[in-house]
């Protein structure tokens, strides 16, 4: 079974700073691996995903996620934190191993919060 | 948000009452889902549907039905059986397809409290 972990509840960053969220996963076959955004009382917003390719994944808003197949992690990343950036954060990953179903598991989420 | 719409926004339930939460798409997507979040947990999927007139359950589908009698619309009945129904719940779409690539979009989420 496809599973997901996002090990901080919370991740503070200073405004100007590099952040990190965590994100590692376990799949039976090759993983299909995604970053949402949730803003309070809001839906989710799209980030970036990794299907296959080169490892960095470039996203909206200046994110990036590094998939590392030996570590079986999926970590975002932004070179400089804005204010703004302080919302819930999502990973979810998709196991493409025959008979492992074609639907998402999500991660427990992880809130950013950026100070000034 | 864009192009997915959920009604209501706020939605007040008394005990044994069914609800319908509304969800509707113009993405012309193919496949619609249904999720609940609760506090401090990720996104559990309740149903889905990857065709009209064809749904399925996910993990937490008893309480709650579904149809899809058309391609825009995606409703959700909590029904009197789901003993915890307070939570926020969340309608998505994406392109159909069985690789399972594509990403999804999100309405804006209703959020239902049972009085």
């Known amino acids: 079974a496809q599973s997901v972990a996002q090990p901080e509840d919370q991740v503070n960053v200073a405004e100007g700073n590099p952040l990190t969220v965590k994100c590692t996963y376990s799949?039976?076959?090759?993983?299909?691996l995604f970053w949402y955004v949730q803003y309070p009382n809001r839906g989710l917003q799209f980030l970036l995903k990794?299907?296959?390719?080169?490892?960095l994944v470039k996203g909206s808003y200046g994110f990036e996620a590094e998939f590392n197949k030996s570590q079986t992690s999926f970590h975002l990343k932004k070179p400089s934190a804005l204010v703004s950036d302080s919302a819930l954060y999502f990973c979810?990953?998709?196991?493409?191993?025959?008979?492992?179903?074609?639907?998402?598991?999500f991660g427990g989420g992880t809130r950013l919060m950026v100070k000034p | 948000d864009g192009g997915i719409t959920q009604s209501p926004k706020y939605l007040f339930r008394k005990e044994g009452q069914n609800v319908t939460l509304s969800c509707e798409q113009n993405?012309?997507?193919?496949?619609m889902y249904w999720y609940r979040q609760d506090p401090g947990q990720g996104l559990r999927l309740i149903y889905y549907?990857?065709?009209?007139?064809?749904?399925q359950k996910g993990d937490i589908a008893e309480g709650y039905s579904v149809s899809r009698e058309k391609k825009e619309s995606f409703p959700l009945t909590v029904t009197s059986a789901q003993k915890n129904p307070t939570a926020f719940y969340l309608c998505?779409?994406?392109?159909?397809?069985?690789?399972?690539?594509?990403?999804?979009?999100f309405g804006p989420g209703t959020r239902l409290t049972v009085l």
């Open positions: 799949v039976s076959g090759n993983p299909y």
């Open positions: 990794y299907i296959t390719g080169d490892n």
């Open positions: 549907s990857q065709i009209v007139n064809d749904f």
């Open positions: 979810a990953v998709r196991d493409t191993a025959k008979n492992a179903g074609n639907m998402l598991t």
């Open positions: 993405l012309n997507h193919d496949a």
């Open positions: 998505a779409s994406s392109i159909a397809g069985t690789s399972g690539s594509n990403e999804q979009f």
